[in-house]
């Protein structure tokens, strides 16, 4: 169908067509009427043994269930998924084996969970039985399965791709219907920013972001403001203007807002949202571009984390800004020596059209400091030096706090997503020295990038103010195969991090 642009777009909007829904299951395994049972595999010395959770099959099949995986090369090892046919001995004609290692943890669970439902996907329902204990557990591995069961489908036109499965079934006796609940807020949550990083820029500009956003904060009851590029210009945000001058697609600033009567402390979020991200005059080289529809992977995590937090209604007020731009060349586009007032005042001279996020997160974590929080949290896909220093798979957190950038990490590692804390240099700041304005955009040091926009945009940070960084540029986009239950293209990424972070303020764990 058309959109009122008259662009190509799905029934569903920006959204993916498929939804999984999930629910418990009480009954013995062996009887269940879907079409595949998922168990959990661990190594043994025949190869592989079932994990716990798996007895019933297992006795339904005489015991031989481990020498049938041995027979089929079955290790156990984390990321391995094996089929065997169950030839009428139980209800389900499949079971699915996946890969737990020794002593799983949460995030092994997650995994697992995630790349056997992948695997199963063209079924319409299937019994998820890893092991899973306490109901923390049995929530890792409902998240997971979710998670693994996302297919970004839209703009698929033939009948060779098999959908997502339709039902899954969590076989887990700790399991609870609030376990079940919190994945599926996540899951929502986390599915929603990878559709959004998922869009082509040409159904995704920074007003369509800002529409995803309104309809977002119309269906969780969030408080909503949305800046237009006339409004930007009159409250001189002079970083999303001048990032969004080249583009026929003008800038936006969101602000959506949750408050809880409750609440006794402020977080403010921020996420960069650059729709795509050309370099602009400072053009990047073709084959580091196909993937820059994901520079909104900030962006779109806040707004993620934002659903999730209507819904899970933590005792905490949170605003989140979605600072949104497309960066293009033109022959209205900024220029490399061009000088910016950021909102609040400070100058920075433009050395780098392609050094674009941290301009417009300027002016949103200045904006933010009118919220009074006591903690701001940005997240962006912002240096291509955090892949270098960090790889593709986890994200570099700094603070002007050393006690909170732990805290953030901590929160991260809980919400299952990996991140590594980082330093902020204080020789790093006289790299970044104008001889025309307060400051440049780029250090005239080569090295340490990662790092030196993180000293950028301490600058912006309001005086007293505790604040983290997330660099999220290589975790944002899954470029290679999927594994896990991260699929390839958008991830999603820090949804799950933000949405902890606000939980542990909430908590006074921050």
């Known amino acids: 169908m058309l959109?009122?642009?008259?662009?190509?777009?799905?029934?569903?909007?920006?959204?993916?067509?498929?939804?999984?829904?999930?629910?418990?299951?009480?009954?013995?395994?062996?009887?269940?009427?879907?079409?595949?049972?998922?168990?959990?595999?661990?190594?043994?010395?025949?190869?592989?043994?079932?994990?716990?959770?798996?007895?019933?099959?297992?006795?339904?099949?005489?015991?031989?269930?481990?020498?049938?995986?041995?027979?089929?090369?079955?290790?156990?090892?984390?990321?391995?998924?094996?089929?065997?046919?169950?030839?009428?001995?139980?209800?389900?004609?499949?079971?699915?084996?996946?890969?737990?290692?020794?002593?799983?943890?949460?995030?092994?669970?997650?995994?697992?969970?995630?790349?056997?439902?992948?695997?199963?996907?063209?079924?319409?329902?299937?019994?998820?039985?890893?092991?899973?204990?306490?109901?923390?557990?049995?929530?890792?591995?409902?998240?997971?399965?979710?998670?693994?069961?996302?297919?970004f489908d839209s703009y698929r036109t033939g009948d060779g791709h098999k959908s997502p499965v339709a039902e899954i079934r969590l076989a887990a006796p700790a399991a609870t219907d609030v376990a079940v609940e919190r994945a599926r807020v996540l899951a929502d949550a986390v599915n929603l920013v990878r559709?959004?990083?998922?869009?082509?820029?040409?159904?995704?500009?920074?007003?369509?972001?800002?529409?995803?956003?309104?309809?977002?904060?119309?269906?969780?009851?969030?408080?909503?403001?949305?800046?237009?590029?006339?409004?930007?210009?009159?409250?001189?945000?002079?970083?999303?203007?001048?990032?969004?001058?080249?583009?026929?697609?003008?800038?936006?600033?969101?602000?959506?807002?949750?408050?809880h009567p409750e609440a006794s402390k402020t977080l403010a979020l921020v996420g960069k949202g650059i729709t795509f991200d050309s370099g602009g005059l400072s053009l990047k080289p073709s084959g580091s571009m196909d993937w820059m529809k994901s520079d909104m992977g900030g962006a779109g995590a806040v707004l993620g984390a934002m659903a999730a937090i209507a819904e899970l209604a933590p005792r905490v007020n949170v605003v989140g800004y979605l600072a949104i731009a497309e960066n293009m060349p033109s022959g209205s586009a900024q220029r490399p020596s061009d000088v910016l007032r950021i909102y609040g005042g400070k100058t920075v001279e433009v050395l780098n059209?392609?050094?674009?996020?941290?301009?417009?997160?300027?002016?949103?974590?200045?904006?933010?400091?009118?919220?009074?929080?006591?903690?701001?949290?940005?997240?962006?896909?912002?240096?291509?030096?955090?892949?270098?220093?960090?790889?593709?798979?986890?994200?570099?957190?700094?603070?002007?706090?050393?006690?909170?950038?732990?805290?953030?990490?901590?929160?991260?590692?809980?919400?299952?997503?990996?991140s590594w804390g980082m330093p902020l240099p204080a020789e790093l700041r006289k790299g970044l020295d104008s001889a025309v304005a307060d400051l440049a955009n780029i250090s005239g040091d080569r090295w340490g990038g990662m790092l030196v926009a993180g000293v950028f945009l301490k600058e912006f940070v309001p005086d007293g103010v505790k604040w983290a960084h997330l660099d999220i540029a290589g975790p944002s986009f899954q470029q290679g195969e999927p594994y896990g239950y991260t699929p390839k293209g958008g991830t999603g990424a820090a949804t799950r991090t933000l949405v902890q972070i606000a939980e542990d303020l909430a908590a006074g764990i921050l």
Not at 200 to 224: H, K
């Open 195 to 259: 559709d959004l990083v998922n869009t082509p820029p040409s159904d995704l500009t920074p007003e369509d972001l800002a529409n995803e956003a309104e309809r977002v904060a119309r269906e969780s009851g969030l408080g909503i403001e949305v800046l237009d590029e006339k409004a930007l210009v009159d409250g001189g945000y002079g970083g999303l203007t001048g990032v969004g001058q080249g583009s026929v697609n003008p800038p936006r600033l969101v602000r959506l807002a949750y408050s």
């Open 353 to 418: 059209t392609d050094a674009e996020g941290r301009l417009v997160l300027a002016d949103a974590l200045v904006r933010s400091g009118e919220d009074s929080p006591d903690l701001i949290v940005d997240v962006a896909t912002l240096t291509g030096a955090q892949l270098v220093a960090l790889g593709s798979r986890t994200a570099g957190v700094m603070a002007n706090d050393d006690d909170v950038r732990e805290k953030v990490v901590a929160a991260a590692e809980r919400a299952g997503e990996a």
């Open 3 to 151: 959109d009122p642009k008259g662009r190509n777009r799905s029934p569903g909007g920006l959204t993916s067509d498929y939804v999984t829904s999930i629910g418990l299951d009480s009954a013995d395994l062996a009887g269940l009427d879907v079409d595949a049972i998922v168990i959990g595999a661990v190594p043994a010395d025949a190869g592989a043994a079932p994990a716990a959770g798996a007895e019933d099959l297992d006795r339904a099949m005489d015991g031989r269930l481990a020498a049938a995986l041995g027979a089929l090369g079955a290790t156990g090892k984390p990321g391995e998924i094996t089929k065997l046919p169950t030839l009428g001995a139980v209800t389900a004609p499949v079971i699915v084996a996946a890969g737990l290692g020794e002593d799983p943890s949460a995030e092994d669970l997650r995994r697992a969970a995630g790349a056997a439902v992948r695997a199963l996907a063209g079924s319409g329902k299937v019994a998820v039985a890893l092991p899973a204990p306490s109901a923390a557990e049995a929530e890792s591995v409902a998240l997971g399965a979710l998670l693994g069961a996302y297919s």
